[in-house]
């Protein structure tokens, strides 16, 4: 898909750049996803040999600088795409996410949340969230493993759209599974947790308190819930949905399908002053806790040694790095190694990154023949190197090559500073002297 589709827009709108290669293209993600784990003000400077802070890496590869550029103006991911962001990169989303379903069964417990894709430039889809690490960018809607934050669907935030939408559209390959989803309270409501109940799906989430049922509206309003001491717990039965209220450092309300009668645990806090709490929170409260940092865990590995943080004035060339990192993670996780995550990336960029090819230093440089020097009335004799390598035949020559010091017939020079592989020669090839 990628090859055709950058050698599709290759053709029409770059006929000066000569066709690029599914070794050149590997080649390129490979040092794309490089330039995240080593960090350089400038993307040339991987090529660098004036100061000394070039990569061997880079500067070993198939790539030129300029080839590197080249291929970066040409990249694209499909054949005919629109102008729109999101059609860019819709086939290769599409065909990605089924894999990620294909590849694994997950487990009983997702995590449903939105991930940042940082994006400055301009973009009718850009979204502005001051209030999140990464304040501006493109918006995710993703669906993870809910502990190993194992990526398993996604779309992106174009048009504004109700909750009950987003979460059925996420959740849908799953329907019928008896799978249980965790939410924060931009996604819980009485009708997304009916919806998704009515599907086989099990929510539990936070709610915000204009969500709830009216009864519970003026029972756990502000004025009466900030006076509860620390641990203090409340619930109610609503239809379907359990709902806990609890006050730790701060009085919040858990909804939950999963029970109709509660049920608890036990938790220690250490208090700022010293010493310790102890308490006992519902089973659902602390269940939401344990279980709703899927999303979490991708954007935290996402961070280490993403791509993403270059600056980019293509916002759809962005994504592509992010289902790229996903793709990375999800092959991590499902590897079940005990390499790290960077062990893992980097021989993945050693894979992905091919070398030029090596000569020997014998076919690099211009060499000539000349006749060996005078030793008296007679000219000095030598032993034919390729004859003496190839027949084992130590025959004596008047000629040398002064830079190889060595000894050769005519033919045999030839064949020594032209044949990349002397060893594949045989003695039909020198016959001819």
């Keep these: 898909m990628l090859e055709s589709g950058t050698e599709h827009y290759r053709s029409e709108n770059f006929e000066d750049v000569p066709p690029v290669s599914s070794e050149e293209l590997q080649t390129w993600m490979g040092i794309q996803l490089?330039?995240?784990?080593?960090?350089?003000?400038?993307?040339?400077?991987?090529?660098?040999?004036?100061?000394?802070?070039?990569?061997d890496l880079v500067k070993t590869s198939c790539l030129s600088r300029n080839r590197f550029y080249q291929i970066s103006r040409v990249?694209?991911?499909?054949?005919?795409?629109?102008?729109?962001?999101?059609?860019?990169?819709?086939?290769?989303?599409?065909?990605?996410?089924?894999?990620?379903?294909?590849?694994?069964?997950?487990?009983?417990?997702?995590?449903?949340?939105e991930a940042m894709v940082h994006f400055e430039g301009r973009s009718s889809v850009k979204v502005l969230m001051p209030d999140k690490p990464i304040p501006e960018g493109f918006k995710f809607y993703c669906v993870c493993e809910a502990q190993s934050g194992y990526l398993l669907?996604?779309?992106?935030?174009e048009t504004p759209s109700t909750v009950e939408r987003i979460c059925s559209d996420l959740?849908?390959?799953?329907?019928?599974?008896?799978?249980?989803?965790?939410?924060?309270?931009?996604?819980?409501?009485?009708?997304?947790?009916?919806?998704?109940?009515?599907?086989?799906?099990?929510?539990?989430g936070t709610f915000k308190k204009n969500r709830l049922p009216q009864p519970l509206k003026s029972l756990w309003?502000?004025?009466?819930?900030?006076?509860w001491e620390r641990g203090n717990v409340e619930w109610s039965v609503h239809g379907h949905i359990l709902f806990s209220a609890m006050k730790d450092n701060k009085a919040f309300i858990v909804g939950?399908?999963?029970?109709?009668?509660?049920?608890?645990t036990n938790w220690t806090r250490k208090l700022k002053g010293g010493g310790k709490v102890q308490f006992n929170p519902p089973t659902t409260v602390s269940n939401y806790v344990q279980f709703l940092r899927g999303v979490d865990i991708l954007d935290q590995r996402r961070s280490y040694y993403s791509a993403e943080t270059r600056k980019n004035k293509k916002g759809w060339k962005k994504i592509f790095l992010f289902l790229l990192d996903a793709a990375i993670i999800n092959s991590w996780i499902?590897?079940?190694?005990?390499?790290?995550?960077?062990?893992y990336r980097m021989a993945l960029i050693r894979k992905l990154i091919s070398s030029k090819p090596t000569f020997p230093s014998r076919l690099l440089t211009t060499h000539f023949l000349f006749d060996t020097p005078s030793e008296g009335k007679k000219k000095k004799r030598r032993v034919c190197k390729l004859c003496s390598q190839v027949r084992g035949q130590k025959k004596q020559v008047t000629y040398e090559c002064r830079k190889c010091d060595l000894g050769f017939h005519i033919k045999c020079f030839q064949l020594w500073h032209s044949c990349e592989d002397v060893n594949s020669l045989t003695g039909n090839d020198l016959d001819d002297k």
């Design 171 to 204: 959740l849908e390959p799953f329907f019928g599974q008896g799978h249980h989803v965790y939410l924060d309270n931009f996604y819980s409501t009485v009708g997304v947790f009916e919806s998704l109940l009515g599907q086989g799906i099990y929510c539990t």
């Design 334 to 343: 499902l590897s079940q190694t005990t390499k790290r995550l960077l062990d």
């Design 221 to 227: 309003n502000k004025q009466s819930m900030r006076k």
């Design 75 to 113: 990249f694209h991911l499909d054949e005919g795409v629109g102008s729109q962001t999101s059609k860019k990169f819709i086939k290769l989303q599409n065909l990605l996410l089924t894999r990620f379903q294909e590849c694994i069964k997950p487990s009983k417990e997702l995590s449903l949340d």
């Design 34 to 55: 490089l330039t995240g784990i080593v960090e350089l003000p400038e993307l040339n400077m991987y090529w660098d040999t004036k100061w000394g802070v070039g990569v």
């Design 153 to 157: 669907n996604c779309f992106l935030c």
């Design 256 to 264: 939950s399908t999963t029970a109709t009668t509660q049920s608890f």
